[in-house]
């Protein structure tokens, strides 16, 4: 017998909405990911009265319940900045999005721009004295500068900017067969608290 899977609660659909808008390498704006989610389930976020609008205050609300680490911590930002997809958020959605009925496919269409971005920035990591280090198994050797300079990061990049950086490479190459491991390794090196 078939197990009856359970529907998706709204904070799940704001992060697949995420998602599909590229929500993996860039920060999305809470109205772009209000017209995604409407697409994905129509009707679920509109006014009570006027069917026909879609409440933008209740998807920030579900935006900020999908930021809480009870409900998965799946997306970072705030309303005014817009929102990414953490590591988890990526893996809920990668594994969730064909759950939902929509005419989209289950990855997010890469513009020109995007597409030429990751092909340089793979091309530059790989040629970054750090990766030389991992690669040839020397990774305990390698310098927090090279650390930085293969995340693009310095000493003036701090907080949340540092966050941002580093979560855009994890999310975008952290699965990548090349330059994965070396994410995994190199992040440590330049965590700050």
């Known amino acids: 017998m078939k197990s009856k899977q359970r529907s998706l609660s709204n904070h799940e659909i704001v992060t697949i909405a995420v998602f599909v808008l590229g929500g993996e390498s860039k920060q999305v704006d809470t ?3 209000a017209k995604e989610a ?7 976020f509109t006014w ?5 609008q879609i409440d933008k205050e209740l998807i920030r609300v579900f935006l900020s ?7 998965g911590g799946y997306v970072a930002g705030v309303g005014n900045d817009g929102w990414a997809l953490t590591s988890a958020g990526l893996n809920f959605a990668r594994q969730n999005v064909g759950r939902l009925e929509q005419n989209t ?4 269409r890469l513009g020109l721009k995007e597409k030429n971005w990751r092909k340089s920035e ?4 790989l040629g970054t004295p750090a990766f030389d280090k991992i690669s040839s198994g020397h990774g305990d050797i390698v310098t927090e500068q090279e650390a930085e300079a293969f995340f693009r990061l310095d000493s003036y990049v701090t907080g949340k900017a540092r966050e941002q950086k580093l979560l855009r490479a994890k999310n975008v190459f952290g699965d990548d067969p090349d330059l994965g491991e070396a994410i995994k390794t190199l992040e440590g090196k330049v965590r700050r608290n």
């Open 31 to 33: 109205e772009d990911v």
């Open 38 to 44: 409407d697409k994905l389930a129509p009707g679920r």
């Open 48 to 52: 009570k009265k006027y069917r026909d």
């Open 65 to 71: 319940d999908a930021k809480k680490p009870k409900n």
């Open 105 to 108: 496919n289950s990855s997010p």
């Open 122 to 125: 793979k091309v530059r990591m």
